[in-house]
């Protein structure tokens, strides 16, 4: 089992920057594959970014260029940074892992409660 827990949410002004934090404990977090998720009010989920147990990488187009995902298997935990923030940006972002390497919402076995990022214009 996996536990997850995100910090570093808040309010920024658009073109801002944030730093998510995922604190990971249980199974081995660097067997995992980890990533981050975000649910805008009134819409799906929908994902953000990936990176592998090999450090394999993969990028919403909405964020790319912008947010970088990172791990730190020393300290068990997951990051995002996120630059150049937009009031489109604003959700709840959930920090989740898989067993395997996958995109998908429905392929992560372990999720965090979320932490809320709200961008004002």
């Known amino acids: 089992q996996v536990q997850l827990a995100e910090s570093g949410g808040g309010l920024v002004q658009a073109g801002g920057s944030l730093r998510l934090s995922c604190g990971a404990s249980?199974?081995?977090?660097?067997?995992?594959?980890s990533a981050w998720f975000r649910q805008a009010p009134g819409k799906d989920r929908e994902f953000v970014a990936v990176i592998g147990a090999s450090g394999l990488l993969r990028y919403a187009d909405s964020v790319k260029g912008r947010f970088t995902i990172s791990r730190d298997n020393a300290e068990n935990t997951l990051y995002l940074q996120m630059n150049s923030l937009k009031p489109e940006d604003t959700a709840v972002y959930y920090c989740a892992a898989s067993r395997s390497f996958t995109t998908r919402d429905f392929g992560m076995d372990y999720w965090g409660e979320g932490t809320l990022v709200t961008v004002s214009s």
């Open positions: 249980g199974r081995a977090f660097s067997t995992l594959t």
